[in-house]
């Protein structure tokens, strides 16, 4: 039996994903602790400090960063060892954790300012494409090899006024997007640095995505109103990442992310509308802002059981 092999054998019946999360039972609450995880990244801790904190919050799903097991980067991860992979993976046989989703990231971002991200974002850097194709094909493999059906990432600002560098951007998530279902595992593009009208005139074009929706990335990026989002690319969302903030007063910057809950997502009502559009994946929460990650993170965790 070859390493693949044994680790798929051992984590498939405790690994859960995405939309194959338990459906509520008529009558029953919509978020439930089933579906309810977090992003490991938003803990700002080594993965080991990770899986001691998710232990206190009772959490299992985890949307994994793969930062830490490729070449590690500041947002993600700094690079772990061997035998943190192995303790991962330990951890996901024995059932202590089950991935939603994996996620992957690229060095050259810089989100100093939405002028940058804009230029550096994603897989739009041409000086980059290589390395990054590289990069996503190890990532994806990794995905494939704990069984894990959905990876996402951020493919960059889509800027479709210019021709030919969108038929380059469709060309760029086409063969990210072969890459991943050769592995068995499907592409799921993070929301927010695009309107909805925008990405699903852009999915017409590529067939075989999903979505990650981030209801704060919309905010931050001034994308337009989470909610009404939800409608429109409802038929893509794979998954969901559990994030607030509010709208910026001063064009061209940042929106500020703040804890679930105190920002201007609309919480309650953004819920609803993921029921009524018939979602049924996972939440997992992630906190990129703030000085006390742990204590927002368990903040979130107990709005959304309490609401849900």
């Not at 991935?99 to 804009?118: G, Q």
């Not at 852009?202 to 704060?216: C, E, I, K, Q, T």
């Not at 409802?234 to 064009?251: E, F, G, L, N």
Request: hydrophobic share 40%; charged share 30%; with cysteine.
């Amino acid at each position: 039996m070859t390493r693949r092999d044994f680790i798929g054998t051992a984590l498939a019946a405790a690994t859960v994903a995405g939309c194959k999360a338990p459906i509520a039972k008529k009558g029953g609450k919509y978020v439930t602790p089933e579906r309810l995880g977090v992003c490991s990244w938003s803990f700002r801790l080594p993965m080991d400090a990770v899986a001691a904190e998710m232990k206190k919050m009772g959490l299992k799903n985890i949307n994994l960063a793969l930062q830490p097991f490729l070449e590690g980067d500041e947002r993600h991860g700094k690079a772990e060892g061997a035998d943190v992979r192995e303790r991962v993976e330990r951890r996901l046989a024995d059932g202590e954790w089950r991935i939603t989703a994996t996620m992957i990231s690229f060095n050259h971002e810089d989100y100093s300012t939405l002028d940058t991200i804009r230029r550096t974002g994603g897989i739009v850097p041409d000086e980059h494409w290589d390395a990054d194709r590289a990069l996503v094909a190890r990532a994806a493999k990794l995905t494939g090899e704990w069984k894990v059906p959905y990876m996402l990432m951020h493919a960059g600002f889509l800027d479709e006024s210019d021709k030919v560098a969108f038929d380059k951007y469709v060309y760029r998530v086409k063969t990210l997007r072969d890459i991943c279902a050769k592995e068995g595992v499907q592409l799921v593009l993070e929301t927010g640095q695009e309107t909805a009208d925008d990405l699903v005139e852009f999915m017409a074009h590529v067939d075989g995505l999903g979505v990650n929706f981030d209801p704060a990335n919309m905010i931050l990026y001034n994308k337009g109103v989470p909610v009404e989002a939800v409608r429109k690319i409802a038929p893509w969302i794979r998954h969901m990442h559990i994030k607030d903030a509010k709208y910026t007063k001063v064009p061209g910057t940042w929106g500020e992310e703040v804890p679930w809950g105190d920002g201007e997502v609309n919480a309650p009502l953004l819920l609803k509308t993921l029921e009524e559009v018939g979602y049924k994946g996972a939440f997992a929460i992630e906190r990129e802002g703030g000085d006390n990650r742990v204590a927002d993170i368990a903040l979130a965790a107990k709005r959304m059981l309490a609401a849900g």
